[in-house]
């Protein structure tokens, strides 16, 4: 890999932020593809692939809305404007993608690690889409604790929905993330 690939790999991870205004276009399904791809090379212990993810575009967002009204009810929410307000979720971008964890009993694979992969995958899902020039958010709050929402989506409550990724293009552009000082983070261990 020459140096000038390098670079530009390292400004798209040092680049990534999450924005919250998203409109069209949102990626292709080719483009869509290319990030599943990128995401589902994530580390994985002896494969077992925990990772799924279920699209949602287009008039899709509305039904999947009233979905989200009604985990949020299954909740115990009663406030009329809060489930109303849960609705219009989908409508924050074009596009949504659910990242879930399917856990699996394993001897050498406790679900922790499970968890981790999936967040691995969606961190080369996020990064794939801005390579592509696209933007995301990643979400969950309460609703993703939900079991009716879970059995709906087809899996078990002790499976997670590990967020609702928000797809598309920035509304405006976003001052760009302060550098981090990784010293204040990282130690080197000595005995």
């Known amino acids: 890999m020459t140096e000038s690939a390098i670079q530009i790999i390292h400004q798209n991870i ?10 069209e276009p949102a990626p292709s399904t080719e483009q869509l593809e290319l990030a599943f791809q990128a995401a589902l090379t994530a580390p994985d212990h002896h494969r077992l692939k925990p990772t799924r993810f279920v699209v949602v575009s287009g008039e899709q ?6 979905v989200l009204a009604k985990a949020l009810a299954d909740l115990g929410e009663t406030d009329p404007a809060q489930l109303e307000r849960v609705k219009q979720h989908p409508f ?8 879930l964890t399917q856990l699996q009993d394993h001897p050498k694979v406790p679900h922790f690690e499970q968890i ?6 969606v961190q080369n ?8 020039g ?10 993703v604790e939900s079991n009716w929402l879970k059995q709906h989506l087809g899996l078990q409550p ?4 590990s967020g609702i990724i928000y797809v598309g293009t920035a509304a405006k552009v976003i ?17």
């Open 14 to 23: 040092h680049q990534r932020q999450s924005i919250g205004q998203l409109v």
């Open 61 to 66: 967002r509305g039904a999947f809305g009233e």
């Open 92 to 99: 924050r971008a074009p596009l949504l993608i659910l990242a």
């Open 116 to 121: 981790l992969s999936t967040g691995a995958a």
């Open 125 to 132: 899902l996020l990064l794939s889409l801005q390579a592509q």
């Open 134 to 143: 696209f933007s995301t958010m990643w979400r969950s709050g309460a609703v």
């Open 158 to 161: 002790r499976d997670l929905i």
């Open 175 to 191: 001052a760009p993330r302060a550098d981090i000082e990784s010293k204040e983070f990282v130690k080197v261990w000595q005995a």
